[in-house]
């Protein structure tokens, strides 16, 4: 797989890719990863040029547990340490429905915390949370600890399913931050 015609093929895209229109055949691993800090690797050294990382993201989707780089001409699958974003930032919107919180990804992708963009914690590990924001196609972006601490300090303690929670608002949606 040659990683300059994979560049050629994702630049010839105008808009968000039809994915269900392509069926290109799977051509194998490429030593492509991205590491939980969100910085995209290839062959072992990190991918400086932005533009190029965002390129490859367009293309990006998940398939059971395995992560591929998809275009009309190949299917290849790269490997992701944790999730493939990282929520770095958010803003908080007035909208008819209360206060809404917009997250942004480190390659600028931006959601409302929704239910169709939900916030789930993971407390495999009670001391270290590791929370989640869904993006678009269903890929995950890690949240920052900055900005999660930031949440904490906006949340309010609500019992949900018996238990006491931590709770954000995002317009009528509540979401979780974990127990107390």
């Known amino acids: 797989m040659d990683l300059h015609t994979l560049t050629t093929d994702i630049e010839k895209l105008d808009s968000e890719p039809p994915f269900d229109q392509w069926h290109p055949p799977f051509c194998g691993d490429i ?36 992560y591929f780089l998809k275009t009309p001409a190949e299917k290849v699958r790269i490997q992701v340490e944790d999730a493939p974003f990282v929520i770095s930032q958010w803003h908080q919107h007035d ?35 590791r929370p989640y924001v869904t993006l678009h196609r269903g890929l995950t972006a890690l949240v920052h600890r900055n900005v999660y601490y930031q949440w904490i300090n906006i949340a309010s303690p609500a019992i949900k399913n018996g238990e006491e929670h931590l709770m954000l608002k995002s317009g009528q949606a509540e979401f979780s931050l974990g127990k107390l």
Not at 50 to 60: N, P, Q, S, T, W
Request: proline share 7%.
């Open 95 to 129: 909208t008819d429905e209360g206060p809404a919180i917009e997250v942004v990804s480190n390659l600028g992708h931006s959601a409302i915390l929704s239910p169709t963009h939900p916030l789930v914690v993971d407390e495999t590990d009670i001391e270290n949370p």
């Open 31 to 66: 030593d492509m990863v991205i590491k939980a800090d969100g910085s995209w690797w290839y062959n072992g050294s990190p991918i400086g040029r932005e533009r190029m990382v965002k390129l490859f993201a367009r293309v990006l989707l998940k398939e059971g547990d395995d």
